[in-house]
């Protein structure tokens, strides 16, 4: 039966590669799909990953139906076997609902790549109808690592250098247009860091040795690595 699977993490954990991945290897066996994706840094209607890959998309603005999109795509191809949308914490939670009912009437597997929370640490919109109606949600393997080491848990914004938690909840970032003005960009931090605001440009500031509490390292737990270890000599 044909499942809704939410794939998630923070930002740099490889949501958009393995959106990707999965595309080529579902086409691969000739299956037929569209791809879905809303605000992507590289421009709109593609889908693109921080490795360098890229793909064509269909860009899903707040008038987009969903379900009527997903009819039409199996008319034009012949059958629709799979859905891959990227980026689903922007969309509408009516368009999750959408991707539901794609699911259930359609017998079509979609999977859906995006982040849970925002800069101030509240679940979009998008991911949380999807906490609510997903047949399985899969935190993705790959970690991403805070400045210090630590595995990274919240998604940061940072204007001009400075971290915020006030302003819009959408606003892309990590263009690659450093002449941009405010100059946006993203990181991602430990929940210490994060709660202190502690991003890797003030770290650096500070200077280590001046650092209040510790701020500059959050101790790894021996087992992260003992573990690891393991299960690469397994």
């Not at 079509?108 to 609510?132: H, M, Q, Y």
């Not at 935190?139 to 630590?150: D, I, M, N, R, Y």
Request: negative net charge; contains cysteine.
């Amino acid at each position: 039966m044909a499942e809704l699977v939410f794939f998630t993490g923070t930002m740099d954990c490889g949501k958009s590669t393995l959106a990707l991945q999965m595309d080529h290897n579902h086409a691969a066996r000739g299956q037929r799909g569209i791809v879905l994706t809303q605000h992507d840094r590289a421009g709109e209607a593609v889908i693109s990953s921080r490795l360098g890959l890229r793909h064509e998309a269909i860009e899903v603005s707040n008038e987009v139906d969903l379900w009527d999109l997903a009819v039409s795509a199996g008319v034009t191809l012949g059958g629709l076997d799979y859905v891959i949308a990227d980026e689903v914490q922007f969309y509408l939670p009516e368009q999750i609902d959408q991707l539901a009912r794609v699911v259930d009437e359609l017998d079509v597997d979609v999977f859906a790549f995006g982040i849970t929370a925002d800069f101030k640490t509240l679940l979009f919109p998008g991911s949380r109808r999807l906490f609510e109606l997903a047949d399985r949600t899969q935190l993705l393997q790959v970690e991403a690592l805070c400045w210090c080491g630590k595995r990274a848990t919240h998604n940061a914004r940072v204007v001009d250098g400075t971290m915020v938690v006030e302003g819009e909840q959408v606003v892309v970032g990590d263009t690659g247009d450093q002449t941009e003005t405010p100059l946006v960009e993203y990181e991602v931090l430990c929940r210490r860091h994060f709660m202190r605001r502690m991003t890797s440009h003030a770290a650096r500031a500070i200077g280590a040795e001046q650092m209040p509490f510790d701020l500059d390292v959050c101790p790894v737990p021996p087992s992260t690595f003992t573990d690891q270890s393991r299960g690469a000599a397994g």
